[in-house]
């Protein structure tokens, strides 16, 4: 079911900023791109989401290649409370609203 | 706002009881939906509402699960009997009117159920 791959885990030095990637390779035209994460022990957070264009939120930027193959979600200065999994989702039009996580990506951020 | 909250946040339950759980979505939130996350598995989709009605149920796993959501507020999720493997994070989100719009889904921190 999952339409979207991500590395399974990533580090990042605090204060840097975080890259996280996604493939998307079979998205549709009319498909957005929507980025959670989840600390552990909470509910999966909202971050940001995305159609054709990049996106710049308080919390990240979500950058879409023109093709719409794959994304990048930037914590810009990551902290170490950024650390938790980060899920990248195709939401797909058809069924309205059945999000399929996958198993995302476990960014550790390192002081 | 208050967030998406939901009670209990842990239960402990023997297998063959039952158990309900519920979810208080984000105030003028018309659609509703039921998540869960079993051991070692991904967060998987249950059910989704628009205000009292059942948009989606596919991903119920079976007829010992029963949604309700009367009046379109608040909802339940009714496990009985419970099994084993019904052991999981229930999760429950919202989101504003629209479900075929790009309105995200704020979920809330789920109930831990424990089936021994």
């Known amino acids: 079911d999952a339409k979207t791959t991500q590395p399974p885990s990533m580090d990042c030095a605090e204060g840097r900023a975080a890259n996280l990637?996604?493939?998307?390779?079979?998205?549709?035209?009319?498909?957005?791109?929507?980025?959670?994460r989840q600390i552990h022990s909470q509910g999966p957070q909202y971050i940001i989401h995305?159609?054709?264009?990049?996106e710049t939120n308080e919390m990240a930027?979500?950058?879409?290649?023109?093709?719409?193959k794959s994304s990048t979600l930037i914590l810009p200065h990551a902290?170490?409370?950024?650390?938790?999994?980060?899920?990248?989702?195709?939401r797909p039009?058809?069924?309205?609203?059945?999000?399929?996580?996958?198993?995302?990506?476990?960014l550790t951020v390192i002081p | 706002e208050a967030g998406v909250t939901q009670f209990p946040s842990h239960s402990v339950i023997e297998k063959g009881q039952t158990v309900t759980l519920r979810c208080d979505p984000i105030s003028g939130h018309d659609n509703l939906y039921w998540y869960r996350r079993v051991m070692g598995k991904e967060i998987k989709f249950l059910l989704h509402f628009v205000?009292?009605?059942?948009?989606?149920?596919?991903?119920m796993p079976n007829n010992r699960f029963l949604a309700e959501r009367t009046g379109g507020t608040y909802s339940t999720l009714k496990v009985q009997p419970?099994?084993?493997?019904?052991?999981?994070?229930?999760?429950?989100?919202?989101s504003q009117s629209?479900?075929?719009?790009?309105?995200?889904?704020?979920?809330?921190?789920?109930?831990?159920?424990?089936?021994?």
């Open chain 2, 82 to 94: 419970a099994e084993l493997e019904d052991s999981g994070v229930y999760f429950c989100a919202s």
């Open chain 1, 50 to 54: 995305g159609l054709k264009n990049n």
């Open chain 2, 98 to 116: 629209g479900w075929w719009t790009d309105s995200p889904l704020h979920f809330g921190n789920g109930t831990r159920l424990t089936v021994t």
């Open chain 1, 79 to 90: 902290t170490l409370r950024d650390t938790a999994v980060y899920y990248c989702i195709v």
């Open chain 1, 61 to 68: 930027s979500l950058i879409i290649t023109e093709d719409r």
């Open chain 1, 21 to 36: 990637p996604c493939n998307h390779s079979t998205i549709s035209g009319n498909e957005y791109v929507y980025w959670y």
């Open chain 2, 51 to 59: 205000k009292e009605s059942k948009q989606d149920e596919s991903g």
């Open chain 1, 93 to 106: 039009t058809n069924t309205g609203n059945q999000f399929y996580f996958g198993t995302g990506t476990s």
